[in-house]
C-alpha cells in the first residue's frame, strides 16, 4: 500500500500561482505513474498532470501550457506549479498513484480561484 499526503493548495486570484506537493509513503519503491487530478462541484474528476518514475509526463488539455508536473524520486514526492489560474481551475486536488492493479488517492486539497 501506499500513502498520499497533499499540501500546497489554498485561495488565489486569477492569473495567480500555487504549488501543490504530494508525499508518497509506504511501498513506494514499487511506485511508477504518479499524478493530480481535480473534482469540481457537479462535474466528473479529471486527470490534470502525470507523470512516470523516469520523468515522462501528460498535461490535461485545459492546464496546458499553465502547469508543470515535477517528481523527486529520492524525495518519494511530485509536485504541481499552477501558474496563470483561472476561475475553471476551482476544484479539489487529489494526488494519485497506482500500484498492484488499484488506485490510490490522497485525502485531496482546495484550490479556490476567485476575481
Known amino acids: 500500500q501506499v500513502q498520499l499526503v497533499e499540501s500546497g493548495g489554498g485561495s488565489v486570484q486569477v492569473g495567480g500561482s500555487l504549488r501543490l506537493s504530494c508525499v508518497a509513503s509506504?511501498?513506494?519503491?514499487?511506485?511508477?505513474?504518479m499524478g493530480w487530478f481535480r473534482q469540481a462541484p457537479g462535474k466528473e474528476r479529471e486527470m490534470v498532470a502525470l507523470?512516470?518514475?523516469?520523468?515522462?509526463?501528460k498535461l490535461g488539455d485545459s492546464v496546458r501550457g499553465r502547469f508543470s508536473i515535477y517528481r523527486d524520486n529520492a524525495k518519494n514526492t511530485i509536485e504541481l506549479q499552477m501558474n496563470s489560474l483561472r476561475l475553471e481551475d476551482t476544484a479539489m486536488y487529489y494526488c494519485?498513484?497506482?500500484?498492484?492493479?488499484?488506485?490510490?488517492w490522497g485525502q485531496g486539497i482546495q484550490v479556490t480561484v476567485s476575481s
Open positions: 494519485w498513484a497506482p500500484l498492484a492493479g488499484r488506485d490510490n
Open positions: 509506504g511501498s513506494v519503491e514499487r511506485l511508477r505513474d
Open positions: 507523470v512516470t518514475f523516469g520523468g515522462g509526463f
